[in-house]
């Protein structure tokens, strides 16, 4: 159900704008022209004014357009294993990045600025000839989005907690990511290297969070990890893909690509630079995309890591960075493939227009007398 505007009501039921606007202070509702109206308030109205109004189903083209491609179930027999997808996450400076560098045997960490991670990172990896796809989310306060947006995209979350820090606000953050996205969590007590640290303290600290580590007979594996010595590396790569062994993820490569925008940029000389997440389904070069309010058709794909590697085609559980959108789409929109880039811009250019309305009703409150009865 799509809500309405005053001047569309005003338009379809013939009574001046400036009377509905009237009637909504009254009830205490100052409005603009612009400003959505919910169920509620058109009823009232219309009662008000004494004119029938029949409220309908809104059909968003977006409905008609990508409907069939968007909600396609697959067919148990189209499915095929794909590799999990494994999200770090954490309060900043627990080692999140550290962890994942010595994982995948890169130097991430010395090349940030200031130690922080401002981006969200994802890899895939091979490992004794199995493919791991791996977020890196940012830990710092400021990034609540990124968090949940990697917490959204993923198969199991890896809960770094620092052994000398303990369960911070954002370790008790991510934990609720995690839980909401309904995702498996394994923890990587980091930092164990350090001396004097207190374990038990930790474990107690997750405890209180609802994680009740496996050795003091609850059912959250609690690997000790240390980034700096390589510690427990193994061991939790290990339960990570146990974990992911237990769930068989599964997805259909037999069809057009769907998944998730995790960030992207305006780059000089690229243009818009998008680093997506295909979760279902295959994405070519030359698919017609459509990702919130952005579009286009995929011209060049590249590896995340090694940004020289171009790809084809992408498959299930692989982050890539993709060029050919009109503009940079939101973070965390759903990206879906479409046959034809006219439904595409029609889908694309539908979510613009609703946007606006949004982001103009989103200023009902500061308006003025005259701008309440201009027109
Ligand atoms: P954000 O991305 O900012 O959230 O931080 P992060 O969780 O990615 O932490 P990062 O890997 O950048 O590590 C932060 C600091 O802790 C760095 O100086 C690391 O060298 C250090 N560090 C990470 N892991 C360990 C560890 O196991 N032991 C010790 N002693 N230091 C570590
Ligand atoms: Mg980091």
């Known amino acids: 159900q799509l809500p309405c505007t005053v001047r569309e009501f005003s338009e379809a039921a013939g009574v001046p704008a400036s009377q509905i606007l009237r009637i909504l202070m009254e009830e205490g509702v100052m409005a603009t022209m612009n400003a959505l109206i919910d169920d509620d308030l058109t009823e009232l109205i219309a009662a008000e004014l ?3 109004v029949e409220l309908k189903e809104a059909v968003s083209v977006e409905d008609e357009l ?3 491609i968007r909600d396609r179930q697959d067919d148990e027999s189209e499915l095929v294993p794909r590799p ?3 999200t770090f996450l954490g309060h900043v ?3 999140k990045t550290s962890l994942l560098d010595r994982i995948i045997e890169i130097d991430v960490v010395s ?3 200031g130690g922080i991670t401002q981006h969200i990172r994802a890899y895939t990896i091979e490992k004794d000839g199995k493919k791991i796809s791996f977020v890196d989310t940012p830990g710092h306060e400021a990034f609540t989005e990124m968090r949940a947006r990697g917490a959204n995209v ?3 979350a890896v809960l770094v907690v620092a052994a000398d820090d303990g369960v911070m606000p954002q370790t008790e953050e991510a934990i609720s990511h995690a839980r909401a996205a309904e995702v498996p969590i394994v923890v990587a007590l980091n930092k164990t290297d350090l001396p004097g640290v207190d374990l038990n ?3 107690q600290g997750l405890s209180t969070n609802g994680l009740l580590p496996s050795e003091w007979g609850g059912d959250v594996e609690v690997v000790k990890t240390s980034a700096i010595t390589g510690d427990g590396l193994d061991t939790l790569l290990d339960t990570v893909l146990t974990v992911a062994e237990l769930h068989e993820y599964k997805a259909n490569p037999n069809r057009p690509a769907m998944g998730t925008c995790l960030e992207a940029q305006q780059e000089a000389g690229r243009g818009v630079v998008a680093k997506i997440i295909v979760q279902n389904g295959t994405l070519r070069v030359g698919d017609v995309i459509v990702c919130g309010d952005a579009y286009g058709r995929i011209k060049a794909m590249y590896d995340t890591l090694i940004p020289e590697q171009r790809y084809e085609e992408v498959g299930p559980s692989t982050p890539v960075n993709v060029t050919g959108f009109d503009m940079a789409p939101g973070a965390g929109e759903h990206f879906y493939v479409l046959d034809d880039i006219a439904d595409a811009r029609t889908i694309a250019e539908a979510r613009a227009e609703s946007n ?3 982001t103009l009703s989103g200023g009902a409150q500061h308006v003025t007398l005259e701008t309440l009865f201009d027109r």
Do not use: C, F, Q, Y
């Open 154 to 156: 993923t198969d199991i």
């Open 50 to 52: 004494g004119v029938n």
């Open 93 to 95: 400076d627990h080692g």
């Open 111 to 113: 090349g940030e600025s």
């Open 356 to 358: 606006r309305k949004v």
């Open 84 to 86: 999990p997808v494994i």
């Open 201 to 203: 303290r930790v474990m």
């Open 66 to 68: 990508l409907a069939n």
